[in-house]
C-alpha cells in the first residue's frame, strides 16, 4: 500500500512558476524501486500525463505540451518527487495528480496503480 500526498498547487499569472511535490509512504515501501508520474486533469477533459521518471531517475518523459517548461525530479532520500513548471500559461490550468507504481509502464493513467489526491493548479491573470 502506498500513500501520495501533493503540495504545492496554487494561483499563479501567466509565465509563473511552481513548483508541486509529492511525498510517497508506505509499510513496506520502498521509493526508490518505485517509478513515478505526474498526471493532470482538466475540466470536462481526460486525466493525462504530464510527466514521468524510472526507478532510478534515468529516463524522463515528457508530455509534448510541456517539454522545455516542466521538469521532474526524484529525490529518494526524502521520498519524494517533484515537478518544476515554468512559464505557465492558462491551458495548464488543472488538478495534478502524483502517481506511482513499481515500474514505468507506460504512459497511460491505467499504467499507474497508485493515486494521491491531487492539487489544484490556476494559471490565471
Known amino acids: 500500500q502506498v500513500t501520495l500526498v501533493e503540495s504545492g498547487g496554487g494561483l499563479v499569472r501567466p509565465g509563473g512558476s511552481l513548483r508541486l511535490s509529492c511525498e510517497a509512504s508506505g509499510r513496506t515501501f520502498t521509493f526508490s524501486q518505485y517509478a513515478m508520474g505526474w498526471f493532470r486533469q482538466a475540466p470536462g477533459k481526460e486525466r493525462e500525463v504530464v510527466a514521468a521518471i524510472t526507478r532510478s531517475g534515468g529516463s524522463l518523459n515528457y508530455a509534448d505540451s510541456v517539454k522545455g517548461r516542466f521538469t521532474i525530479s526524484k529525490d529518494n532520500a526524502k521520498n519524494t518527487v517533484y515537478l518544476q513548471m515554468n512559464s505557465l500559461k492558462p491551458e495548464d490550468t488543472a488538478v495534478y495528480y502524483c502517481?506511482?507504481?513499481?515500474?514505468?509502464?507506460?504512459?497511460?493513467?491505467?499504467?499507474?496503480?497508485?493515486w494521491g489526491r491531487g492539487t489544484q493548479v490556476t494559471v490565471s491573470s
Open positions: 502517481a506511482a507504481d513499481t515500474r514505468l509502464r507506460g504512459l497511460r493513467a491505467a499504467d499507474f496503480g497508485s
